[in-house]
């Protein structure tokens, strides 16, 4: 099995899930394969970012030199990762997909796409439309339309400026650890949304690693049903796709 | 503050508990100093293991080529974290440190010694005796009694080899998440061996990272007491003590 590199800080929260969730993986995975306990793990590295500098260095779209200290932020820690014997890697958030492409550059392991995953799973269980819900950078994200795009999946985030509020409220709200009612906020708020797009199949992209601990009986799922909706737990989706490419490539 | 390296997944569960205590602790540190949110987070580098390839490496004391294996795999950790910028490391495991002498040799970054910090704490407290609770090797490690002889405290383990062997079946236990009564369990067999040591003043040290989730209203204390017996949370002390120095030196 490759060695996967996580880029993590982002908070330190979500990427415990990641690490949890990939660790969890290899054992089920060697136990399926006859191994017995100490079940072998999967060799990782991590690199912890500090998640207040990386915020202070968010740039402005349309302003390239803007973001020049948050992309050598995040490829920074990639590089030393793959210098670490990472044979590939993620970064654990999706605030920084949106400068992916940048990031990436120079270098040279394949690095697994938050936002090309959740597309594709997207497709394969033929969501035509997917709400995004997520941080502000995420949810006015060119780069995650486009990447749905190519998918053939419709991504589109509330429409009016007090949801938009409302989600970046709850998960502010969520990372402090106490979010009342969470889940039939986040529901009652799809719903609107929902009513513009009838006849359409819809899907709701938690694309904020805090949003899932509104649903903590969903126990990490990919995907998951509740209250008649869909829901997408992009980190899971985004945890899979890097230990399917570790495992079988 | 400086980047704190952590050798890790020996096991994964346990390497959570070091991350996010030192991460709970930068950003207690933050806010103390007058941080707003996002809180700053310390950086950190995880080299996580495989640990089951770890325990195949055990060698025999007494025949020091038997080790070689086990010795490089924690050092190359180690010597990895370096190259990624640590300034200081630890080994997330007591198991290790029986070879720490040995594994750090090369190591050019300061490493933080659990056994040195647990009897720094051992002698902080007063405390004369402490029974050692861990893994059969743990246990049984004269590198452990050395360092506790060090601090003027006396470490012993069971007499008996049935509640040695009840130690070992309790921490295999709570890996599996089902310990029935280990609390209870804990307490009796601490008891059962303070009888051959009155008037000491005696701690348990929870020497294996499983133990203290026997006592999960601890929430990850450094010591604590419960049904009358003072309880050390190794792993908790062992944290503590490296991000005290990735704060203050």
């Known amino acids: 099995m490759k060695k996967i590199g996580i880029v993590g800080g982002l908070t330190w929260l979500s990427t415990i899930d990641y690490y949890a969730a990939i660790c969890r993986m290899g054992e089920s995975y060697a136990a399926a394969n006859g191994a017995c306990a100490p079940l072998p793990a999967p060799e990782l590295i991590i690199e912890s970012l500090d998640v ?45 997909h949106h400068r992916f492409a940048s990031i990436v550059r120079g270098v040279d392991i394949p690095v697994v796409n938050i936002f090309e995953e959740v597309a594709k799973t997207c497709a394969a269980l033929a969501v035509t439309d997917v709400l995004v819900l997520g941080t502000a950078l995420t949810m006015s994200s060119p780069v995650l339309r486009d990447a749905m795009a190519r998918y053939a999946v419709t991504a589109f985030s509330p429409a009016s400026a007090e949801d938009r509020s409302l989600v970046v409220e709850i998960i502010a709200e969520l990372q402090t650890g106490s979010a009342p009612d969470a889940r039939r906020r986040l529901a009652d708020l799809s719903k609107r949304c929902f009513a513009e797009r009838p006849h359409t199949r819809i899907a709701v992209s938690l694309a ?26 992009t980190s899971a989706i985004h945890a899979r796709a890097a230990f399917d490419l570790a495992v079988h490539e």
Chains 1, 2 share one sequence.
């Open 52 to 96: 207040a500098h990386a915020f202070r260095c968010i740039g402005t779209d349309g302003d390239e030199a803007s973001w020049r200290a948050f992309d050598a932020y995040h490829r920074d820690a990639l590089l030393r990762l793959q210098a670490g014997g990472a044979r590939l890697a993620l970064l654990a958030a999706n605030t920084p």
């Open 208 to 233: 904020c690693t805090e949003l899932p601990l509104a649903f903590p009986d969903s126990n990490g799922a990919e995907t998951f049903v509740r209250d008649d909706i869909l829901y997408l737990n």
